[in-house]
């Protein structure tokens, strides 16, 4: 019904056939051996080598590629993006740009571990690297790169002792500048060069398509990209949809596509949401902060997330498990003020808590808390079992578990946003807002407290709040999720729409098809949009695809366009036998239909749906997600059947076209219609001819005339398909790709 040469119907089994084959060399063995977990370093190996295969080969001497690499939110990206560094060290990259996050904090984090895991500043080791963070355009800096570049260069220079340039850099106009100065002054001829940018859906992207304008941080990255004549630029990011939606002739339009999975530990939003559902607790709307309700005091929620934290780090300190961290994360709004409202109930309440503790063991406030204490222990044993220490046992160090917590509030209201120093204490409580989502690492994270609406609603910012996920396989009993419930709902219907993007876009990375061969569509709740509307060129629609009918409503095509469908309509309803359908003997000629019953979905699709072309956008956006979602019915069961009808039994029908070609009224409607009491006793009406639990397919027989009566499009045939609610999804699709 459009075209659909890029709708996978089964799943291909290709492997990625990359331009090139990168080798693993000793930085790489160094690095894995070093710095990340035995379980995972085969995967990691693996990935690094397919993602890097896809990129500029070193042996070309100018060209680039984009890449569009995807993770789940806290799942190991950033160790991801540090192997394939070391696999570009060994296969001769002289420079390796990170660009790494908005805000200082984050580049100052990503600089730090790049430093400590690729062993910069071990002095056992060779010095293979050159590390600069926001250089600077000045003499010195020009000398580092040009002397490591002259390294590259020198054949007699042995490889332990030629270095790689390793730039990190603030994703900031002003800072990309510089650097694009810098490296301007170079004689990049020959240069391999690999840039990561992190978090690539975050800034990089142009704020300003809408407009038909340029944001300045998406014109510092061109002009950094165009200084160097070969390199592959690698997009990270764990929500895709920006990149995936803007216009493909864009130069961050992704080429190719890595999708990482997460090693076993990883919890994510299937795990809390689908698997774990306990974990999850609602926080009732009277407890939400907002304008028209405006909190005066701690709400219970909160209170009952901070005893469930607080029996949690007891548990820890009894186990004798409090070497790392564990922490709570209260994220209630994006207002500073409230921030400080949080923080002081909770400061306040901890001392309370301390100082009943401290009092007489018939103290009538201190056993109305240990008897809260207790039920926030018998909510985690549901979870914990029988790991759980006992409640009495506990009681003893609930007061050392209260000192044990340090209290910090994380925003920028004091200029800039402070600095967790995680060694100094085991348990940690932080409030905040923004400055915590995208990108900030939140260690041993247990309790999210996060009374915050959705907003408007973009899909991407909702998952990137979403800390709590990550690899806590070892300790997800003690976790627990308190959610306003629009924002669980949008959790819930996110990992629905993660899992459908990831799975297409592994259909892509399996077939080794070009990334702009994808159809831009995806399962989506009607309640999110997929990102920012600034940087799309193209629009998208919601297509919602429950218990209705699906058709065309522009059908008037050229006549050979018209011609070939004929042809593939025909041979399908010569393969298929076709019975009369009962009904009112009363009924005329054109309400008398034939069917063919339990026709095979597969052959449908392959021989009817798949080949028949459409012509208006918004209907093949429309079509597309009709086929992506009877593809998905076909995974989930083989042998899923449907009804076809040839409506009239093949008779043909006249029906009227607007100047557009759109069609009139495909469907006839109820008879007879008066009187009232006697409508559709007769017939009652095309929409209604169909099998109400399965999917329908009606072949519509048409001479299509225009407003002066003119036969305009005869023979032509039209399809409707309705899919019933069991196996309905809301897909978002977009034209104009």
Known sequence: MTDTSNVTITTQEAHVAGSWTPHVGQETMDFLSRSAPAESRESLEADAISILSKGVSPEEIQGSQTGLVIGYVQSGKTMSFETVTALARDNSFQIVIVIAGVTTNLLNQSTERLANDLGLRDPSRPRRWVQLENPSNNDDSVQFINSALEDWRD????????????????????????????????????????????????????NETSQDSESTTYTRLMELRAVIPQHTYLQYTATPQAPLLINIIDSLSPNFVEVLEPGAAYVGGRDFFKESPHLIKSIPPGEVPTRNNPLVEPPETLLDALRVFIVGIAAAIELGESRGNRSMLVHPSHLTA?????????????????????????????????????????????????????????????????????????????????????????????????????????????VTYMPRGIGVGNADTIQQRARFFGYKRGYLGYCRVYLEDGTKQAFEDYVDHEE?????????QDAGQPLNSWKRAFVMSNALQPCRDSVLDFDYMHVPLA????????????????????????SFIRSQTFVPDDGNPDRTEIQRHAFADAVSLQSVMENLLVPFRLTGATDSQRNTALLLQLSKVLENNPEETCRVYQMSAGQKRLRGIGNDGEIKNLYQGEAPVRPLAQRGTVYPGDQAIKDGDRITVQIHYLDLRDDADRIVSPDTYVISVYLPGRLAENYVVQQGQ
Not at 422 to 428: A, H, K, L, M, V
Request: glycine content about 4%; proline content about 5%; charged content about 25%.
């Open 155 to 206: 054949p007699d220079t042995p490889d332990d002792l030629r270095r790689t340039v390793l730039v990190t850099v603030l994703k900031q106009h002003q800072r990309l500048g510089h650097l694009t100065s810098l490296l301007d002054r170079l004689d990049l001829a020959g240069v391999s060069v690999l840039i990561v940018d992190d978090e690539a859906d975050q800034a990089s992207l142009n």
């Open 338 to 446: 409230q921030h400080n409202d949080f923080y002081n109930w909770i400061r306040d309440s901890l001392e309370d808590w301390k100082s009943c503790l401290s009092q007489a063991d018939h103290d009538p406030d201190r056993q109305e808390l240990l008897e809260a204490l207790r039920v926030a222990h018998s909510e985690l044993q549901l979870t914990v079992g029988d790991d759980l220490p006992p409640f009495d046992q506990l009681a003893r160090r609930f007061r050392i578990a209260m000192n044990r917590v340090q209290i910090m509030e994380v925003n920028a209201t004091s200029g800039k946003t402070p600095k967790v120093d995680w060694p100094n204490s085991f348990g940690w409580i932080l409030v905040g807002g923004a400055a915590m989502d995208r990108g900030f690492t939140i260690e041993g994270l247990t």
């Open 500 to 508: 459908d993007i990831r799975s297409q876009l592994v259909a892509v």
């Open 547 to 570: 218990s209705r009918w699906i058709a065309p409503r522009f059908v008037l095509a050229t006549p050979e366009l018209t011609a070939a469908n004929r042809a593939h309509v025909q």
